[in-house]
């Protein structure tokens, strides 16, 4: 499979699901349901967040495998696919070409018709991204099976709480094989901003600019669940120390130079989250490696278990250095 046409799609795909989170986000009727709180759901909806993100996350599915049929592309996310219908039973939304059996599966879960109508069209609604960086990974050959990791809504209380917090929402999409991450795309829905790389074989290509990197004061992001004496330990040692939200946001942080490293030291990161950033990161020179034994990148499978703790860099004696500051 030619890397460009791959890429090309999921770009493409990427963009649609970013266009699914700012229509359910801005759309007046939409966004009521997504901001309505537990008890308060419209017409006893559960949870508009999570339709949201299976939604998105089925159609990008659909997407890539209708794309590439006879290809083994499997496709996982922080989703299952599935959620409570009005009745009570579980729905397996499964998109396909038909927009009437996408309005169906829709009705099962959502009462409103002018709802369902509106989801539908977005769904089936194609998206073309031109980018003249895949020029320059025309011609590479990817392997035949390819694993997908999805994130379709990064960042989940920032998409809730709205505002300027939606900055830091992305759509993250990760392809990973012999566990190690080959293909990224971060989208940034709000912002309107697309980044990619790819670094398989000896190939190395992003439309991401290598930061410059040589501020004296380096910038640490933190995880929301790190604590204050190690935020401080950083501090006293000349370190900038900031906790944005989202790690998705985070991440790209460091690959478009806004932070020299994002440090996560406990398991609240999934491999949703970091396998597309981390192949940008390695398109780029840089990595992410576990903090108990930088020598060891995180590898990709398919387990939903949370990460080890790790540190996101371009810069890896810089991030050596930061790992003993913290000793
Ligand atoms: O919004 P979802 O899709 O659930 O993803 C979360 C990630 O799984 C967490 O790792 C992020 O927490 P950190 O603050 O530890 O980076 C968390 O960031 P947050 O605590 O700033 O919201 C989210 O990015």
């Known amino acids: 499979m030619d890397a460009k046409d791959f890429v ?3 770009l493409n795909l990427s963009q649609q699901a970013s266009n699914l989170a700012c229509l359910i986000r801005e759309d007046p009727q939409l966004n009521e349901r997504l901001t309505a709180s537990k008890s308060d759901r419209i017409n006893g909806e559960a949870d508009f967040k999570t339709l949201a993100d299976v ?3 089925c159609t990008f599915s659909h997407g890539l495998r209708r794309k ?11 989703e299952d696919g599935s959620f409570p219908a009005q009745n009570g039973k579980q729905v ?17 879960v959502l009462k409103d018709d002018s709802v369902v109508e509106k989801l539908s069209g977005a769904v089936h609604r194609n998206m073309e991204v031109h980018d003249d960086f895949l020029n320059k990974i025309s011609g590479l050959q990817l392997p035949e099976e390819l694993n997908v990791w999805i994130d379709p809504i990064d960042s989940t209380k920032s998409y809730i709480k709205g505002g300027e917090s939606l900055e830091s929402v992305t759509v993250l999409v990760g392809v990973h094989h012999a566990g ?19 670094c398989y074989g000896n190939t190395c290509v992003t439309n991401v600019p290598k930061p410059l990197g ?50 996560v030291s406990r398991r609240s990161t999934y491999q949703w989250d970091t396998c ?33 703790g790790f540190v996101a860099f371009l810069d890896k004696q810089g991030a050596l250095k930061l790992l003993s500051a913290l000793k």
Not at 68 to 78: A, H, M, S
Not at 92 to 108: G, P, V
């Open 8 to 10: 090309q799609s999921i």
């Open 55 to 57: 939604l998105i996350q």
């Open 68 to 78: 590439f049929p006879g290809f083994k592309i499997n496709v996982r996310g922080e």
């Open 92 to 108: 397996k939304l499964e998109i396909t070409d038909d927009a009437q059996n996408t309005r169906k599966l829709l009705s099962q």
């Open 180 to 198: 190690i991450p080959i293909i990224g795309v971060m989208t940034y829905p709000f912002s309107k901003q697309q980044i990619w790389g790819v």
């Open 214 to 263: 040589n501020s004296p004061i380096k910038t640490v992001y933190t995880s929301t669940l790190e604590t204050d004496e190690r935020r401080d330990k950083l501090r006293s040692q000349g370190y900038h120390v900031e906790t944005p939200a989202g790690a998705g946001f985070k991440l790209g942080g460091v690959i478009l130079g806004a932070a020299s490293f994002y440090l």
């Open 276 to 308: 597309g950033p981390h192949a940008i990161l390695r398109a780029l020179g840089g990595d992410v490696v576990l903090q108990s034994r930088p020598d060891t990148p995180l590898s990709y499978n398919d387990s939903v278990d949370p990460n080890e």
